[in-house]
């Protein structure tokens, strides 16, 4: 199984970016993704997600600004994430499980690499 993120960089506060979480190795079809950051120095913090359903989450902090959509004829996920804040400045990580998506690190079986997000004021 394999997740891969992209799609990061350097933008300016109020910038847009869109992350992408591409992912083999299992039934995408099937599977929930969520996406999380990690800032230096603090734990994981949840960001959102998107059920096999295509029902979505988010996390107060993001949600109005973010959004979440699946490909899965590319077996792709997509974070459109708007309005960029400094506080949005982490490395953003993708995950999956299997059916509804979950809030928490240890619900998710399978993880990708991060992809750095800078929000630069």
């Known amino acids: 199984v394999q997740l891969q993120a992209s799609g990061g960089g350097l933008v300016q506060v109020g910038d847009s970016l869109r992350l992408s979480c591409a992912v083999s190795g299992l039934a995408f079809n099937n599977y929930a993704i969520g996406w999380f950051r990690q800032d230096p120095g603090r734990d994981h913090e949840w960001v959102g997600a998107i059920s096999s359903s295509f029902t979505t989450s988010y996390a107060n902090s993001v949600k109005g600004r973010f959004t979440i959509s699946r490909d899965n004829a590319k077996n792709t996920v997509y974070l459109e994430m708007n309005s960029l804040k400094p506080e949005d400045t982490a490395d953003y990580y993708c995950?999956?499980?299997?059916?509804?998506?979950?809030?928490?690190?240890?619900?998710?079986?399978?993880w990708g690499q991060g992809t750095q997000v800078t929000v630069s004021s």
């Open positions: 995950a999956a499980r299997r059916g509804s998506f979950g809030r928490f690190r240890n619900d998710y079986n399978y």
